[in-house]
């Protein structure tokens, strides 16, 4: 395919043809429905593909269990597959815009084994589901214009995203990012837990937790602060939560927070490495 009339084609809302290997998948399916939803793709226009089990998630959508017929039928393909499940996927996409969300796996190494320098690292989170993931993403330099386009709104269908500069940086956004709700729900793990073991009712505690990190999400999103400001508002207070947040901090809260970065961010690395 002639990439500038592809580009050209690609323009106009309506004649999109994606594809998703991996579709059956909680991330494919969910970026897939996602992508439906805010009307980037058309159903009929959405060819998904899986191992052994199908989906309802996507209905009208076409499936299918050959991934080089899903490649032939579409314009742009997210691989949404694990980087160990990727070392046997040999899908031929040449001139095409391939999208990438696996961990580790290398803008050199997407365009060589699928055949396109029109090549994207991306990395959304598990909030796709509910269209607040956050999702990085670097493009390789044959990545036009109109393909940046096309990125930006397939993943602002799934949330919020950014263009970063660098694999490093994309890289770090691993762990950061791409582990996106489970950070937050190991500390509501352990602050339920805690009012557990004082004695109180199990669902008390969850409910408390979970209203505490829904609303505090809210917050950030509709006043879009500064997490320093907000922490710096609490210290000045010099009430419990400053009480608290001392307290936490010199157990080494930061420390270990910075030590669980450092150590996702060389998995990812490590991921990209031929086995």
Known sequence: MDINRSEHQLRQKGDLKIGVIGGAGWLGAAIAAALIEAEVVTPDRLTLSYRSTR???VPGAFWTTDNQELADRCDILLLCVR????AGLHVDASGKLVLSVMAGIGLAALAQRHGTARVVRTLP???????????PWLAAPAVGEADRAIIRRIFDACGTQDEVRS???IDYLTGLTGS???FPALLAEAMMLDAIDR???RDVARRAVNAVLIGTGRLLERQDDCP????????DYRGTTAAAIEA?????LRAAVANGLAAAHQKSVRLGEPS
């Open 228 to 235: 320093s400001d907000t922490v710096r508002t609490f210290l």
């Open 167 to 169: 694999e490093a940086e």
């Open 180 to 182: 996106g709700p489970a």
């Open 83 to 86: 980087p160990a499940d990727w």
């Open 199 to 201: 004695g109180f009712d």
């Open 55 to 57: 989906s309802d998630a």
């Open 248 to 252: 936490m901090t010199s157990s080494g």
């Open 125 to 135: 989170n598990a909030a796709v589901t509910v269209r607040k993931s956050y999702t």
